[in-house]
């Protein structure tokens, strides 16, 4: 009996505590860092949201628990987001398909009204049903509008910053407002020309997109960290990507050896002229410098003739003041200097070639009486060259 009403107290009081735990979770709860949560008053049904990490009264209320941010991924690869594939399919303009792969970061509305009027206005049940019925239909209506608008080569290479740029800008601001138009392409599956429809982005008067109502307006939430990582497309397309690839390539290279052809002759060209010009340069400068050389043989010329025409004036006066010199001092001695050098001189004649002469025998018979007949000679003609020279050998005798 003892042993009955110990086991009979000790199940009681399991039961106590439980009842005082159950009660102390439905009248208290936590609000971890990094959630909120949203309550519904056990009463009165009265939503509110706990905003600030702690510990709230709860009141045996209805707790959802929402993260203040999170990534959503919407990717192929396994090792992000859930365990299956979470790729968005697009359908580009020329028909052809591809699975787009990426993440893009939520942020939460920070505003307990408007965390408050996702659950009571908008009708989302959770976080997941968020990001499934609000989150993943603006990325997907922004990736699959911007894919129409152009081709899936285009959007493999010369618009694949266009493709992000322009997804990005729906996600944001409103998917674009759009027209119809056509053009002509390649079929994926059969290789041949056919006229597909493509969305054409329609533009206010400023040049800028016209954006229909976005679903993330007024929410609270905001978006961020958008990146496409991948874009896998068909085997088909890939196959027409990679031979329109070697034909753009092979076009691409043609223009560029055309533009360096081109560059070439104008490089060409360029030197040519370059050297045709050095070439005139230097028959100017040579033609120039003949003409300085000439006009300096001119002028040294001309130097020459007026040197000349000044030395012939010199020698002129100098020969007709030594003229002048001359006949001044002849005249005032009766050139008497030059006489008697003259006289000089044919008195050394005479004497030379009468000393070759044997006038006086070397046995004479008898005296002479008037000296030898070579004095004679000699002194005649010693008189006759006086007498021409105008000379007086007399001695002067002055008058006492």
Known sequence: MDTFVKKLGLIGLVVVVLGILFVGCQCFNTVDRGTYHIKQAAVSGEMSAIMNPGVYARNFGDIQVWPKADTFHFTKDNDEGEKKDQSIVVRFGDGSTANISGTIRI????????????????????????????????????????????TARESYAEKRNDYVFWAWDQIQNGIYETEEATKEVVDSTTGEKTTKVFKIIKKDKDGKPLYQKNPLHGTGILVSNFEIKDIIYSEAVEKQIAEQQRAYMAVATAKAEAQKAEQDKLKIEAEGKAKVATAQYEQEQEKIKEVVQAQKRLEVAKLDKESAALKKSKDILEGEGEAEKRKLIMSADGALTQKLNAWVEVNKVYATEFAKQKWTPEVQMGASSGGSSAQGLIDLLTTKTARDLGLDLHMSKEKK
Do not use: H, I
């Open 107 to 150: 942020s939460m509305p920070t505003n307990p009204k408007e965390a408050v009027a996702l659950v009571t206005e908008s009708g989302y049940k959770s976080f997941e049903d968020l990001q499934q019925n609000l989150v993943l239909k603006v990325v997907r209506n922004a990736l699959m509008l911007t894919a129409n608008t152009m």
